[in-house]
């Protein structure tokens, strides 16, 4: 008798981002939300988890820098039942836990999947933190990266590997233009100068169905996701 | 099979989450009772000479080739507070899956089917270490550093300490580590005729205490 | 049963390696009550009966002389074989002094408890007086429904005094397995014994340990003991066996004393059928 292991799961250790799990199913998708301090993910996550809840079944990782901060907010939010939020600590480096040491999340991300399996869809949102920030590849199949009009809207301009190379920018806090005086159409000549073809999105969550582009993006990864070759 | 590989297991970017604990320096630090680097050393060799030395002994058996299952249960009874043990096997998962992941083996397949939430952490290392091609004595050493950078890091980013100092601090403590790695590899050789009661069980009561204080705060840095 | 002189009989001459001595107490069932079909003193431990409390034997461990001395070799077996109840405690504070030379002292202490038998070692603290060494041992060996209560207490030095030198380990076995390995080294020449990982000033340490079958089922929750830091701290546990654990330091005696009873209380307002646990005085 061990007091210590009540409840016990089949293993299941992978260590990469392989598209099936050790049974033979596939796994969720995992998508990433990074982006500086005060933009809007925890906000995005939410209405994401709103607007998507009744077509998936869907999860929540956060990765706060004071442990559950996230976490809580989701939960006060009731946009998901509380099994379905984890809050992976980080140490006081977010970045790290995304990127150089993805392996507290992916425990997370399987630990969620066995509990309350099987997922379509896993956001794994990163603590905030500066314009490098990027998730890793085993970690996430795709990342959304959310920066917002007041931060500056030079942001676009200046780039970085979260603006450059994320599989989807949006820019938040639209309604805020006016009043912080950026400039939304210099916001996307620069995004597209430094992205290239790569989607953004332009959103105000305030509004209603103010997530909507990125949610439409999300289906589409969806979809492609369920498509694509095991 | 190569020492180098010992670089590989030791290096802080090992990917098996220990960047997100603090050994108990998060603690002692809110405490005061770490405040600059020579309470940081005092700290770290206090560790060392104890959870230290315990891990490093059961790493050094689990690298001998000995029974982790068994080991795992020396390791629960050398860990009477319930925060540490949870905190043991979470970071044993993490390290299993970086241990598969670089030098896969049937040992840790079987380790990581017979204790799917984690094993204890020093065990699993021992084990990779033994994967890897690596001596009880080297495992001994990599857990004995592992005791003090981890503090000595979390340190650097919770007292804003200065980086040459806190490595300063490291450097001072070659000699402890020298020592303790040296116990723990001996003693792990003495199971053969001595069980696994040769294996250190020695306790540090504020690691102990704060550590369960710790695991009860809403808000904190790092996860242990 | 004795193996060497009892007390009385040759002045225990204490030889240049000290004082050898044994003492054992076996408890058993007769009828109703728990009888002491041995109870032998031996060199510093005089053994008294007390007036038993229920079905439950009590002994007290009186000191016949002061000891341990640095050199001295000293054990007591108690035993509680099955269904017997056996509650022992200690007249005063044990006190460990240096010996004519550096040699250290040792004090084992081994303790038995068969089936559905009960044991409490709740002896007065051990208090190691500066310039003594001691290494000290429990070692426990339990049948899977025995129960029970042990307390340990070590004070660094005399009032105003610098710390001796002790060692402890602490062995439980249940039914064959380890449920709990501990040692812990104190006092000038153990590294970091005195920094903020280990007492960080504290000059008291002291341990609790529960072990009850009831816990396979219940096992009892963490508790947060101690209030402002100077009163000292104290954590409660559960092992990862049906045991649990208190831990705690403080700046001196009185005050883990004071700790420890507030755990004990705790026991006995949380643990059903705990309320055979007593103090120890």
Not at chain 1, 98 to 118: F, H, M, T, W
Not at chain 3, 12 to 39: E, M, Q
Not at chain 3, 65 to 73: I, T
């Amino acid at each position: 008798m061990h007091l210590d292991h009540a409840e016990t799961f089949p293993e299941r250790h992978t260590h990469s981002a392989e598209p099936r799990r050790p049974d033979g199913t596939r796994r969720a998708l995992r998508i990433g939300l990074g982006g500086p301090v005060g933009s809007g993910k925890t906000a995005t996550v939410a209405a994401l988890c709103r607007v998507l809840r009744d077509e998936f079944s869907i999860a929540v990782v956060t990765n706060d820098i004071y442990t559950r901060e996230d976490a809580e907010f989701l939960l006060r939010e009731a946009v998901l039942p509380a099994e379905r939020i984890t809050a992976v600590e980080t140490g006081a480096c977010p970045h790290t836990a995304i990127r150089d040491d993805i392996s507290a999340n992916l425990e997370a991300v399987e630990d969620l999947e066995n509990a309350i399996g099987p997922l379509d869809l896993v956001l794994v949102e990163s603590g905030g933190d500066n314009l490098t920030a990027t998730f890793s590849k085993g970690l996430v199949d795709a990342q959304i990266f959310v920066i917002d009009v007041a931060g500056g809207d030079d942001i676009p301009r200046k780039g970085g590997p979260g603006v450059t190379n994320s599989d989807l920018l949006v820019i938040n806090k639209t309604d805020l233009a006016a009043h912080v005086g950026s400039d939304l159409e210099s916001m996307a000549r620069d995004a597209e100068v430094q992205r290239g073809h790569l989607p953004v999105a332009f959103t105000c969550l305030k509004t209603e169905d103010g997530a909507k582009p990125v949610a439409d993006w999300v289906r589409e990864r969806l979809t492609d996701w369920t498509a694509g070759p095991a | 099979m190569s020492r180098a590989a010992l670089f590989v297991l030791a290096d802080g970017r090992f990917p098996a989450g220990g960047h997100a604990h603090s050994g108990g320096a998060e603690p002692a630090v809110a405490a005061g009772r770490i405040k600059d680097a020579d309470s940081l050393e005092e700290f770290c060799r206090g560790r060392l000479h104890t959870a230290g030395l315990v891990a490093a002994g059961l790493a050094a058996a689990a690298a001998a080739g000995h029974d982790p299952l068994a080991l795992d249960e020396a390791a629960d009874a050398r860990t009477p507070v319930q925060a540490l043990r949870t905190t043991a096997r979470k970071l044993g998962r993490q390290m299993m899956r970086a241990a598969r992941a670089t030098w896969p083996s049937a040992e840790l397949d079987a380790l990581s089917a017979a204790r799917p939430r984690g094993a204890h952490q020093p065990v699993v290392l021992g084990l990779a270490a033994r994967s890897a091609g690596l001596a009880p004595l080297d495992a001994a050493y990599a857990v004995a550093y592992e005791t003090v950078s981890g503090p000595a890091t979390a340190a650097v980013r919770l007292l804003s300490l200065d980086p040459f100092d806190a490595t300063a601090v490291l450097a001072r403590l070659a000699p402890d580590l020298d020592r303790t790695a040296a116990a723990a590899a001996a003693a792990a050789g003495r199971i053969p005729e001595e069980g696994f009661d040769a294996l250190p069980a020695a306790s540090a009561p504020l690691l102990d205490i704060t550590a369960q204080q710790h695991a009860a705060w809403p808000v904190r840095l790092f996860a242990s | 049963m004795t193996l060497v002189p009892p007390p009385a009989a040759a002045a225990p001459g204490r030889t240049a390696v000290g004082v050898r001595a044994t003492a054992r107490i076996t408890a058993t069932v007769g009828g109703t009550a728990t009888t002491l079909p041995v109870l032998d003193g031996d060199g510093p431990f005089e053994l008294r009966r007390l007036r038993s409390h229920g079905s439950e034997a009590r002994v007290c461990i009186v000191g016949a002389m002061s000891a341990p001395l640095g050199g001295d070799r000293l054990r007591i077996e108690a035993t509680a074989q099955q269904g017997a109840a056996l509650h022992i405690t200690s007249a005063a504070a044990t006190l460990a002094l240096r010996g004519p030379d550096s040699e250290h002292a040792t004090y084992d202490v081994h303790l038995t408890a068969g089936e559905h038998a009960q044991l409490h070692w709740l002896p007065k603290p051990l208090i190691c007086a500066g310039g003594s060494d001691l290494r000290q041992t429990w070692t426990v060996d339990l049948a899977p429904t025995a129960r029970l209560v042990l307390r340990e207490e070590q004070i660094l030095g005399r009032t105003g005094e610098s710390p001796g030198h002790v060692a402890t380990r602490l062995t439980v076995r249940r039914g064959g397995r380890t449920l709990l390995d501990q040692q812990a080294e104190y006092g000038p020449g153990a590294p970091g014994w005195d920094g903020p990982a280990v007492l960080a000033g504290h000059r008291a340490a002291g341990q609790l340990l529960i072990v009850d079958p009831v816990f396979e089922e219940t096992p009892l929750e963490v508790q947060l003991l101690g209030g402002s830091p100077e009163d000292g701290q104290a954590v409660l546990t559960p092992l990862a066996g049906p045991a649990a654990l208190v831990t705690a330091v403080a700046p001196d005696g009185l005050r883990l004393r004071h700790l420890l009873d507030t755990a004990q209380a705790t026991f006995r307002r949380t643990v059903p059928g705990a309320s055979a646990i007593r103090e120890g005085r």
